[in-house]
């Protein structure tokens, strides 16, 4: 009788343990799908991808056992569709108890707020510190385009959400895929129904390792403005930053990174506050006359790619949707985040240009008095180094993936052993793209020109073209015109935009380039 009291009040403080486990570890996963949009949430389509995969396999034992037992046939490939809000149709072999059992698993929803804090994390991060440059080079343009890039990414981000639905032949709406990369692939289907995947991918990894250098020039240039006096330059504070961030190569998951994830996001709140708030103590000051019409036609192209890198979160809004407790509430979001950011960046870029004009720097922390400057910019370089390891680590996993855990299609060698230890040479890999950042923030130590290349190339392309043509191709029989007539102007624009930025940048990284070259 003892033995058996024991063992059932062993049972239930054990269910009690898995419980309380399950409850803290459902927090703590809200809170890595928060920090992990951080800044420009670079991971979330990548991460939504290997989540898509491993819930797949789960759904597809529940099925396959739920089959075996009821004497049904197995279902067939391609019936089930990976429905993250519960709403997709299931093979009829699927039972109640299934349906439940698919329902917990993954992460816990989020609600719109939260959904909105994120996006707001995305597209308010540290780069709007160079947007007062930006107003240099095009006055008041320049503030209608920050205004214009937040319509139009807004725009853009609803029909990309859009392009995950279609109508089931009982005429209801269903998501029928889960990433950015799926829309890619379902457009250069049947012919080539990977290549839009890998172009999505390739445009990823492009922005992710520009991400990574922005963040160690910024790093660089802060503490060399922030200590002038003392006898070391730039370059060797950025491999300083450089020496810092190498341990990232070894990083197996960002649990112990998302912990100060928050803290940096409300860190950069702050400065932004500390900013406007000097500005404004010096509102006597401010140069109204300097604001004008006129555009630097050689600069004003790099611009463009700075305001439009300013607003890239369209590379995870499908994972953010998905994760939703309520999808339509999805369009609400979007438009009050976008309005708040368009709001909160236009007066920043103002303000701040007003109280320096000719004299702003590529960022306006620089511009600070020293001794305001030195504790703010420590701060940001704080911030920075905490935030590198989320869009390296992201790059790592779509290159790792790409490139040597696709199977027979891999290109190499799978870089984990049996173990899942990683190899000596995939570790040397990884401490190789940790040495590229650092030599392309030493030959190009330029955050405006990298910034506005990488919102030229990437950016446009993620935010601007691939959404618009997309939405044409999937859905263009259901368009209404003045949706077709949106989708034809924000390709042809962003298209020129793209191209002229892409260009004026690169000129000005080359010769940039062949500076230090020579130096």
């Not at 703590?28 to 800044?39: L, N």
């Not at 072999?93 to 816990?108: F, I, R, T, V, W």
């Not at 922005?214 to 730039?234: D, E, H, K, R, T």
């Not at 590198?388 to 992201?394: C, D, G, H, N």
Request: with cysteine; net charge neutral.
């Amino acid at each position: 009788m003892a033995t058996l009291l024991r063992s059932k009040l062993s049972n239930v403080a054990t269910s009690v343990s898995h419980k309380s486990q399950a409850k803290m570890s459902g927090m703590f996963a809200r809170m890595g799908f928060q920090a992990a949009t951080d800044e420009e949430a670079v991971g979330f389509a990548h991460c939504d991808d290997l989540d898509m995969e491993h819930r797949q396999g789960l759904q597809m034992d529940i099925l396959k056992s739920e089959g075996s037992e009821e004497g049904g046939e197995p279902p067939l490939e391609g019936d089930i569709h990976y429905q993250r809000d519960g709403t997709g149709p299931l093979p009829p072999s699927a039972s109640k108890e299934a349906c439940s059992e698919l329902s917990g698993q993954g992460k816990p929803k989020i609600t719109a707020w939260e959904a909105g804090w994120n996006v707001t994390n995305a597209i308010q991060g540290m780069f709007v510190l160079g947007l007062p440059y930006a107003i240099l080079h095009g006055g008041y343009l320049g503030l209608f385009l920050i205004i214009f890039a937040a319509v139009v990414c807004c725009y853009t981000g609803k029909i990309l959400i859009a392009c995950l639905y279609e109508e089931n032949e009982d005429g209801e709406i269903v998501r029928v895929r889960d990433s950015y990369v799926d829309i890619a692939n379902a457009c250069c289907a049947p012919r080539f129904p990977t290549l839009g995947g890998r172009i999505v991918n390739v445009a990823q990894i492009i922005e992710l390792v520009m991400t990574c250098i922005l963040y160690v020039v910024v790093s660089g240039n802060l503490m060399y403005n922030s200590f002038p006096n003392l006898p070391v330059s730039q370059k060797s504070w950025s491999i300083i930053a450089t020496a810092v961030l190498l341990p990232c190569a070894f990083l197996k998951n960002l649990k112990a990174v998302s912990k100060f994830s928050l803290l940096c996001t409300l860190a950069h709140f702050v400065i932004n506050i500390l900013v406007i708030a000097y500005c404004l103590s010096r509102a006597r000051d401010w140069a109204w006359d300097k604001v004008k019409f006129y555009i630097d036609v050689k600069k004003f192209p790099i611009s463009i790619g700075i305001i439009v890198f300013s607003y890239t979160s369209q590379i995870f809004l499908p994972s953010l949707e998905g994760n939703m407790q309520n999808p339509k509430e999805f369009h609400c979001m979007m438009n009050w985040t976008h309005i708040a950011a368009c709001i909160l960046k236009g007066l920043f870029a103002l303000v701040a240009y007003l109280t320096w004009a000719d004299e702003t720097k590529e960022v306006i922390t620089d511009n600070l008095p020293s001794t305001i400057r030195a504790v703010v910019n420590i701060f940001l370089v704080a911030k920075a180094l905490l935030s590198y390891p989320l869009p390296f680590f992201a790059a790592v996993e779509v290159l790792e993936r790409s490139l040597f855990q696709e199977g027979n299609r891999a290109f190499f060698p799978n870089c984990y052993g049996g173990d899942g230890r990683l190899k000596s040479w995939g570790l040397t890999l990884r401490c190789a793209l940790v040495v590229f950042t650092l030599l392309m923030a030493i030959y190009v130590p330029h955050f405006a020109l990298l910034m506005g290349l990488t919102g030229s190339l990437t950016g446009a392309g993620l935010c601007f073209l691939l959404p618009s043509l997309f939405h044409l191709k999937l859905l263009w029989r259901k368009l209404l015109w003045h949706h077709v007539f949106f989708d034809v102007a924000i390709f042809v624009i962003g298209g020129i935009c793209s191209i002229s930025g892409f260009i004026h940048s690169l000129e000005g990284l080359i010769e940039a380039f062949r500076t230090n070259a020579e130096d």
